[in-house]
């Protein structure tokens, strides 16, 4: 049965449902989304220092061993702080011991701009981790995804970088009570339309969406596809909207040097050329570091406005 809760119970739900199901499974615990768990499973449970090299090493090392740790890097900004054990250790593990070892770590961590944060707690560094060979990448931007891919990535054998905006915790959606999975891999049409395709991820789901609701007032039908994940990437159903719509917009959080939105822009242009109408457009953040003047964080984050702008260059279409 499906009832409306938010994104952060979500995750919540996820992690306790699986620890109820797997006796040696999961570890966490930061600004409230883990909130009763540290009670609830004593012990299992961890509240560790404020030192990435040690828990995540930690998380990692469990994973090797057996075990299926869920480890909190509190903000993705303080990826450096262990990164070598992510991308040199965890994401090499299967490749280098020919497939006989696995590492089934589950690293939750928050992104995002939005709640004047600043600069070292606010970037979207997704497209860092989507670039490794090894680590999945995981982005929901509802709730129900939150929860069926959250218990996905826990059950996958290999590390799981997942990514939460911070941002939508509060947002609330229909997700059922009972245990159930999102496949990795497979984006989602969240909304169909003819005339252009936007592809776009996490918390610029809802942006989209905002902007292509008042594209449709005007008359130009926007598709809209959630990747979902990074990687494994969903290139089927990216392009085969293209070929249908003739028109690509693609909209990202991200600094747009090396982003998914260049990714994805790339793709069309290398796999679906002959079907586009009109010169592929990006929207992304600035290449600047994340402002914390609240005027200028305003400014920094792609907006629906922007979106509009995008589309109807790409269409022509002026009033």
């Not at 040696?24 to 509240?47: E, I, M, S």
């Not at 570091?289 to 200028?296: E, I």
């Not at 995008?310 to 009033?319: C, E, Q």
Request: aromatic residues 8%.
């Amino acid at each position: 049965m499906a009832r409306n809760i938010t994104y952060r119970e979500a995750v919540n739900e996820a992690l306790a449902q699986e620890m109820e199901r797997d006796e040696t499974d999961a570890w966490g615990g930061v600004l409230g989304v883990t909130k009763g768990l540290y009670h609830k499973y004593p012990g299992r449970v961890l509240d560790t220092p404020i030192s990435e090299s040690a828990f995540i090493g930690a998380a990692i090392g469990a994973a090797t061993a057996g075990m299926r740790p869920v480890a909190e890097l509190m903000f993705v900004d303080f990826m450096g702080v262990c990164f070598d054990q992510i991308y040199n250790q965890a994401a090499k593990f299967r490749y280098m011991f020919g497939g006989k070892a696995v590492t089934p770590v589950v690293i939750r961590t928050m992104y995002g701009a939005g709640l004047r944060a600043a600069a070292q707690h606010s970037q979207c560094l997704y497209p860092l981790f989507t670039h490794i060979p090894g680590l999945k990448v995981v982005m929901p931007s509802t709730p129900y995804d939150a929860k069926g891919m959250m218990i996905q990535a826990i059950r996958d054998d290999d590390p799981v970088m997942f990514f939460e905006h911070k941002a939508l915790y509060d947002m609330s959606g229909p997700v059922p009570e009972e245990s159930y999975v999102v496949p990795f891999g497979e984006a989602n049409v969240v909304r169909e339309g003819g005339d252009v395709t936007i592809v776009t991820l996490g918390r610029m789901v809802h942006t989209s969406l905002e902007a292509a609701g008042q594209l449709a007032a005007d008359g130009v039908q926007c598709e809209v596809i959630d990747l979902r994940t990074t990687s494994p990437l969903d290139e089927d159903t990216v392009l085969e909207s293209v070929e249908g719509t003739g028109r690509l917009v693609v909209v990202d959080e991200a600094h747009p040097r090396c982003n998914i939105a260049t990714d994805i822009s790339a793709l069309a242009a290398r796999k679906a050329f002959g079907s586009l109408r009109a010169p592929i457009e990006m929207v992304t953040a600035p290449h600047t570091p994340v402002p914390f003047s609240n005027a200028l964080e305003d400014i920094y984050i792609p907006d629906a406005q922007r979106v509009v702008n995008a589309v109807k260059t790409v269409t022509g279409w002026s009033r």
